[in-house]
């Protein structure tokens, strides 16, 4: 059963460029979120969709970043321009069922690189 | 808001020792409290999730438990081993998912 998968998984790129990341959820998982993971401030939710629709997106820092579901199994979270600030790990999760009960499962991630 | 804490923040044992790694959360109302493992390089694997009326959940060498009122957690892992080696983030889920900083276990043969 495949997991979350989460692409690329190295990202170095020069600052001002656009970034996009991908995200292929769990088949049949109705909940996809997005996290940022860096030494400083550790893991943090960036936003959250339901079947397709983004729920919250509070934790979503600036402008510059975006998040778009346009099916049940693909997810991009892009930035635009990207910022040395931006530099982190990015986590993809999904979950099945509603978030109270159910556990999140998690991709590998995608290490980001901004020069 | 949810402040969520770990301690210690690094822990290095013997092989065979049985260790307890702590998280407390400063509001008691959550959903439920999930504990994860990350290897270096890699995501978060779920090891355990409690929910919010549950008092702890087993699996294997693993046992976490939960106390709401006191705001606390623990996992508990029994013989370790050095594959145990990993952080161990605890999580706790109400409006959205808090997570603690990690415990960065080393178990050494």
């Known amino acids: 059963d495949a997991g979350v998968i989460q692409s690329p998984r190295h990202e170095v790129t020069e600052m001002g460029q656009e970034v996009t990341l991908r995200c292929k959820p769990i088949s049949g998982h109705d909940y996809l979120f997005w996290y940022r993971q860096t030494m400083m401030r550790g893991l943090e939710l960036l936003i959250y969709?339901?079947?397709?629709?983004?729920?919250?997106d509070s934790g979503m820092p600036e402008d510059r970043f975006s998040a778009k579901m346009p099916n049940a199994s693909f997810s991009t979270l892009k930035i635009q321009p990207s910022e040395p600030r931006d530099s982190a790990v990015y986590f993809c999760a999904s979950s099945l069922g509603g978030r109270p009960n159910q556990p999140q499962h998690f991709g590998d991630g995608t290490r980001l690189s901004i020069l | 808001k949810q402040e969520v804490t770990q301690i210690p923040a690094a822990l290095s044992v013997p092989e065979g020792e049985n260790l307890v790694l702590n998280c407390s959360f400063t509001d008691s109302a959550i959903y439920n409290l999930q504990w994860f493992r990350q290897d270096p390089g890699k995501g978060l694997t779920s090891l355990l999730l409690i929910q919010s009326s549950q008092r702890e959940q087993t699996s294997g060498r693993l046992n976490a438990s939960l106390d709401k009122s006191s705001g606390r957690s623990t996992l508990y892992i029994a013989a370790s081993q050095p594959g145990d080696s990993a952080t161990y983030l605890c999580?706790?889920?109400?409006?959205?998912?808090?997570f603690g900083a990690g415990t960065r276990l080393t178990v050494k043969p």
């Open positions: 969709f339901n079947n397709n629709v983004p729920i919250d």
């Open positions: 999580a706790v889920n109400r409006d959205d998912m808090r």
